[in-house]
Structures are given as C-alpha cells and as structure tokens.
C-alpha cells in the first residue's frame, strides 16, 4: 500500500524558514516523480513544486520561486521542501503527492495526509 | 498560463439527482493532462477521473468525465450521501515551464 507522511508544519514568524518532509512506502520510490502541493485555510488547492524521479528536474510555482527548495533522498525514501522567506500568504495545508498511478497521462495519484504550516507572528 | 474554471461555484442537490460540473480552460488542454478529484472536510484529495474520462481504480461507475478542448465535464448519475464533497479539476501544462493548475473547485452540498 502506498503510503506518504507528511511532517515538519508548525507556527513560524514572518520571515523564517521551515522544512518539511514526505516519508514514502509502499514503493520504489526511486521510480516516481513527486510534487508538492498546499492549500489555503478555506481555499483550493495549489501546486507548489515538482522534482523528477532522479532529482535532476525541478520546477516551482511562481508564488514561490526563489524562496522554497524541493530535494529528494531517494536512499531514505524522503521527500523535502525547504521554505525561507515565509510570508503570511504561505499558511497552509502542505501535501506531498506522487504522480501516477497511470501510464500515458498526468494525474496525481496518491497524496499524504498533509502537514499544516502557519505563519505568523 | 492555462487557467481553469470551474463552474458552479456551489451545486445544491439531494441524493438520487444527477450532479453535472464544469471545467473550462482558457486554453485547450490535452485531453491525457485532464484529471478530477474530490475532497472531504480535513481529508486529502482523491484521485477519481484522469484523462478526462478514465475512472480510478476503486471510482464508482456512477462518477464519468467527458470533454475535451476546452471544456470538460465531471457528470455523478446518482446522488449518494458519500459524494457531497468539494470537486476539483486539474490540468498539466508545459508553457512555458511545466507545471499544474487546478480549477478553484465545486461544493456540492445537500439540498
């Protein structure tokens, strides 16, 4: 059974920095791309960031470009997002998520339960 | 950016009607890169449609999605008390950079 857990959310200033983890089992996770994706208190869902199966392709959400760092340790089955530079409009439920399970087309598959991270001073 | 919108913003029904929602993009979209899903208060999302009208594993056969270009459909035949729920499409584009965009969902709420 796939399995994605989601920690490291917490209260952190405006301005401070945060770094979340996915663990994953259930599959070779070495095989599969993975994103991150948030969601506002009451809002929809926004995708955050991408990073390819090796870790050799990333790709982020302009809202936060430049300030998070997506990276894998696919030794640990882990995946990370490093948030700098948190801002008020940061607050949100983060998921990780793994692409799949569906060859030939894009879709999200498989989601962890979420971690909430709050900024605020 | 390809943005999604999603209509109506809120769907009152009761249990035994037809719920039909809409997702128009402002651009066509491959059918392949089109997916729903639905979410249920402090749950995650749930995978239930992806290219545009394929089921999940495990989606009953009540959910179907149809469309294609620009608009699509996510159609559930028969109301069942589980399926009241906010439902989001979601389409993968690659200009200029890859990347997901989801629709701003559809609550559908018990009348």
């Known amino acids: 059974e796939v399995q994605l857990v989601e920690s490291g959310g917490g209260l952190v200033q405006p301005g401070g920095s945060l770094r979340l983890s996915c663990a994953a089992s259930?599959?070779?996770?070495?095989?599969?791309?993975m994103n991150w994706v948030r969601q506002a208190p009451g809002k929809g869902l926004e995708w955050v960031s991408y990073i390819s199966s090796s870790g050799s392709t990333i790709y982020y959400a302009d809202s936060v470009k430049g300030r998070f760092t997506i990276s894998r340790d696919n030794a640990k089955n882990s995946l990370y997002l490093q948030m700098n530079s948190l801002r008020a409009e940061d607050t949100a439920v983060y998921y990780c998520?793994?692409?799949?399970?569906?060859?030939?087309?894009?879709?999200?598959?498989?989601w962890g339960q979420g971690t909430l991270v709050t900024v605020s001073s | 950016e390809i943005v999604l919108t999603q209509s109506p913003g809120t769907l009152s029904l009761s249990p035994g009607e037809r719920a039909t929602l809409s997702c128009r993009a402002s651009q066509s979209v491959s059918s392949s890169y089109l997916a729903w899903y639905q979410q249920k208060p402090g749950q995650a999302p749930r995978l239930l449609i992806y290219g545009a009208s394929s089921r999940a594993t495990g989606i009953p056969d009540r959910f179907s999605g149809s469309g294609s270009g620009t608009d699509f459909t996510l159609t559930i035949s028969r109301l069942e008390p589980e399926d009241f729920a906010v439902y989001y499409c979601?389409?993968?584009?690659?200009?200029?950079?890859?990347?997901?965009?989801f629709g701003q969902g559809t609550k559908l709420e018990i009348k």
């Open positions: 979601q389409q993968y584009g690659s200009s200029p950079l890859p990347m997901y965009t």
């Open positions: 259930g599959f070779t996770f070495s095989s599969y791309e």
């Open positions: 998520a793994r692409e799949g399970p569906y060859s030939g087309y894009v879709q999200l598959g498989y």
